[in-house]
Each structure stands twice: as structure tokens, then as C-alpha cells.
């Protein structure tokens, strides 16, 4: 069974970076997609990013230019890179994986993680 364990949250000040880190235990998808989402309370859960096997990446707009996602391979492992944070990124941040093509809908990823929390201050 794949598990996800996601780290790096936090709180920083608006402008501020943090990297998320999602470590990936008993992996065994082919060709997966992996991705992280967030949730704010009240309101559904969304992908922030994600990356295929291939390494494509999709990026929610209001994050472009700001958020990078990469994976190394090697080390079962998913980064999310985000910088010049703002308030409205504050948020529990989840990690995903999945076999084959990569979805926006959190309920088509079979490998979930537990969260981590993003807290910006303004």
C-alpha cells in the first residue's frame, strides 16, 4: 500500500518561500502522476499543481510563476517550491499520487497523504 507523508509547512510573512516535501512508501505505480492540493476550510479541494511521468507539469493559475513542483525519482519524493507567498495561499496541503495521467479532481487519486499547513500572515 502506498503511503504519502507530506512535511515543510509552516508559517511565514507574505513574500515569503517555503518548500513542501511529500516522501512515498511502498510506491508502486507505473508512470504516475503525482500532484498537491489544498483546502481551505469550507471550500472544496483543489490542485495546485501536479507532474506526470514524463515530467509535464500543470500549474493552477493562480499560482503560476510563483509555485514549482518536481519529483525526484530516486528517492520516492515530491517537492512543491513556492514563493512570493500570499495570505490566500494559507491553506492545508496535501499530496496525491495516481497510476497513469494526472486529474484535477482529488477523488481520481488513489494514494493520498495527511496534510501539511501553510500559514501566511500579511
Known amino acids: 500500500q502506498v503511503q504519502l507523508v507530506e512535511s515543510g509547512g509552516g508559517s511565514v510573512q507574505a513574500g515569503g518561500s517555503l518548500r513542501l516535501s511529500c516522501a512515498a512508501s511502498?510506491?508502486?505505480?507505473?508512470?504516475?502522476?503525482m500532484a498537491w492540493f489544498r483546502q481551505a476550510p469550507g471550500k472544496e479541494r483543489e490542485r495546485v499543481a501536479s507532474?506526470?511521468?514524463?515530467?509535464?507539469?500543470i500549474y493552477l493559475d493562480s499560482v503560476k510563476g510563483r509555485f514549482s513542483v518536481s519529483q525526484e525519482n530516486t528517492k520516492n519524493a515530491l517537492y512543491l517550491q513556492m514563493s512570493s507567498l500570499k495570505p490566500e495561499d494559507s491553506d492545508m496541503y496535501y499530496c496525491?499520487?495516481?497510476?497513469?495521467?494526472?486529474?484535477?479532481?482529488?477523488?481520481?487519486?488513489?494514494?493520498r497523504g495527511q496534510g501539511t499547513r501553510v500559514d501566511v500572515s500579511s
Open positions: 511502498g510506491w508502486t505505480y507505473t508512470r504516475p502522476c
Open positions: 507532474i506526470n511521468a514524463y515530467g509535464t507539469t
Open positions: 496525491a499520487g495516481k497510476p497513469g495521467d494526472c486529474f484535477p479532481q482529488w477523488s481520481g487519486y488513489t494514494a
